[in-house]
Each structure stands twice: as structure tokens, then as C-alpha cells.
């Protein structure tokens, strides 16, 4: 039914809990995204068993499920260990493109990061990420699916007692910029390079030989300054753009407390914690800067024993994310407006 084909857990078990969902009182299935199911291979998808198997009560042979480890600057402030702490990976399938991407349950129950939580979900969340995510691909933007929402029976609670749910999250990987930031906070050098080989291997197979890790930085720049300009592009409002929810292949991912702009607002904010603004719709760009900044710190170690030449890679990194973001801006900006031969000049109408 499900082909997994797991390469995560090979890696050291410092990189991961191995943890089995928590069993859900009962299942039924709200939504099956059919058309995702197809394209990764997923066969019988009018079976009754995938409520079983999207709550987390069913485990198919070929699953071996994690939570994985991370850590993560939350609003500026680092905490050197947050992890899933309601998401389970089922596992890996490879897609009909040939592309490798992560099944994950949201919702499925406690594990070792869920520091004191249910590690469950409410259904209100649950088809807010759905729609949204959906939404987003729809829209042209990089960013994690949605396979399938289940009831799982059981409340969750919250100021008030909610219906429980588990969304089914698919993505190219849920490594984050946080996942380095675990392992730099540890001094664990060595972890670091084995989760950029791996990172290379699964997302930036093309890199050349020469300054392997300095390319894979660019890359990443790359892709960030990509995705941005399509957030900036369609008026989304990410939310909480900690480094822990910034993932390395340059995919949106955990729609919390986000939205899209009804009206332009460079300094519109729409989650209720973001007090002072952190986070608003026209500090996006500044935003995905300093997270980047802060990889970059993880990987000066990569860089080779000169210090002052590793710390030049990552400002080169930084003023090439500044450039490739401006440049995919104004291109993305302009035929939106109906100009699609792009000038310099044409930045002053724009703004």
C-alpha cells in the first residue's frame, strides 16, 4: 500500500527517538487528498484502512517511525532542544518523479521533546494547515502537502475541551535550520558534517566537489530567497519564522498562526505572541537573513581552519541571498503587474 524506503534512520540514533504513534480511540477519515496519494505511489486509496493508518493506529511493514531532534531560535531566543514533539515520521517513499519525500503524522502523541505536552492536535489546526498548505502549492509556492485528515476520538484540551485530529504532513524532508543549530549547541562537529553529507546527498546531489559545504550554504541561501519572494509575491503571512520552522530544501512548513493579506500591509502581523512585530509580512526577507545567518554560524566549522575565510563564506552567502531575493522579487512582482521584460528601473514603480 505504502512503499516505504527509509534513509533517516539510518542515520546515529542522537539524530532521533524511535517512537510508535499513540494509539487513537477510534479513526475516521475527514479528507483524502487523492491526487497526492497517486502521485506518490500510494495504491487502494478508497480503502477503509487509511483511517486506521493516518491515525497512527495501523503501522504498515516498511514504517519505522521517529521523532526527529532539533533545537531552535524561537522569537530571537535560542532553546537548545525542541524536536517533534507531536509529529511522528512514518517514513520515506520515493514518488512518481523519482523524488524522496517524508511521511509524517501531526497530532500522533507524545515523545521525548514533547516538553510536558499532549503531542496532540485539535481539528481546528489540523484543516487550517490542510487548506492552507494546499493552498499554497496551488498557488506556485514551495511548500509541505497535505495527504489526509483523520478524527482520532479522542478530546484534546486547550481553553476548552477540542475534537482531536492528525493531519498527514508530506515533504521533500523535515530537516531544519534548527537541526543544525542541535548539534552546533553541542559542539558536535562531527554531526554536523554527517547531517550535511546527508542533506547534500538528498537535496543538492549536483554541487560540485570543490568547497562542498560552502556550495551547500549558497544552495540553501538560494532557496530561501526563492521561496520568500513567493511569500512576499501572493501576500502570506508565515507567522512564526522561528529557525526550527525553516526547513533546508526552501519549503514552507508548519503553518501555525499564518494567513494571507486581504489588503497591503508592510507592517501587518497575525499571530497574537508576535508582540513587537518580529515576525510581520515586510520583515520576512530580514527575517529568513538572520536564520540564515544563524546556519551558517553551524556550518563555519565546514568551512576549513581559516576562521576570518570561513566567516567570509558566510557573509558571501548572505549577500548573494540579498541579491538572488531582489532579483526574484522584482521578476515575480512585475508579471503580476503585466510586465514580463523586467528592468531595474522598474523597482521605483513596484515599491
Known sequence: MINFQNTYVRLPETFYERIVPTVSTSSKLIKLNTELARELGIENIESDGFAAIFAGNTLLDGSEPLAMAYAGHQFGHFVPQLGDGRAILLGEVIDGAGNRRDIQLKGAGRTRFSRGGDGRAALGPVLREYIVSEAMHALGVRTSRSLAAVLTGDPVYRETPLPGAILTRVASSHIRVGTFEYFAARQDTDSIKVLADYVIERHYPDLGTSNVYAQLFNSIAAAQADLVSDWMRVGFIHGVMNTDNITVSGETID????????????????????????????????????????????????FGEDEEQAIEIVKNGIRMFQSEFTRHWQEKMCAKIGIFDSKPEDLTLLQ
Do not use: T
Open 255 to 302: 503553518y501555525g498562526p499564518c494567513a494571507f493579506m486581504d489588503e497591503y500591509d508592510h507592517g501587518k502581523v497575525f499571530s497574537s505572541i508576535d508582540q513587537y512585530g518580529r515576525y510581520a509580512f515586510g520583515n520576512q526577507p530580514k527575517i529568513m537573513q538572520w536564520n540564515l545567518e544563524n546556519l551558517g554560524a553551524c556550518l563555519v566549522p565546514l
